[in-house]
């Protein structure tokens, strides 16, 4: 069983950045990938950003060239650095295992961009 912690998030001003961390606890071996997800009031939680132990990244459309993903496997903490927010970028956050899809999740940590 694993146990992801998020730290990081909170509000910001558009055009600002953030950085959330995800600390990974418990059968850590069997991770092989994680990723990014947010749910925004009204929508469906979607998939931000996905990154396997290889170092092989997803990125969702809204987010390209403006979040990067990244983990270091000596830490067991995936990160995503969220640059350039706007409005649209505000929702709760979660990580979790898995690539693409959420397997076990993270406490989840609301993300909101003022204009």
């Known amino acids: 069983q694993v146990q992801l912690v998020e730290s990081g998030g909170g509000l910001v001003q558009t055009g600002g950045s953030l950085r959330r961390s995800c600390a990974a606890s418990?059968?850590?071996?069997?991770?092989?990938?994680m990723s990014w997800f947010r749910q925004a009031p009204g929508k469906e939680r979607e998939v931000v950003a996905a990154i396997n132990r290889g170092g092989s990244t997803y990125y969702a459309d809204s987010v390209k060239g403006r979040f990067t993903i990244s983990r270091d496997n000596n830490k067991n903490t995936m990160y995503l650095q969220m640059n350039n927010l706007n409005p649209e970028d505000t929702a709760m956050y979660y990580c979790?295992?898995?690539?693409?899809?959420?397997?076990?999740w993270g406490q989840g940590t609301q993300v909101t961009v003022s204009s």
């Open positions: 418990g059968s850590i071996f069997s991770i092989n990938a």
């Open positions: 979790a295992t898995g690539f693409i899809i959420g397997y076990s």
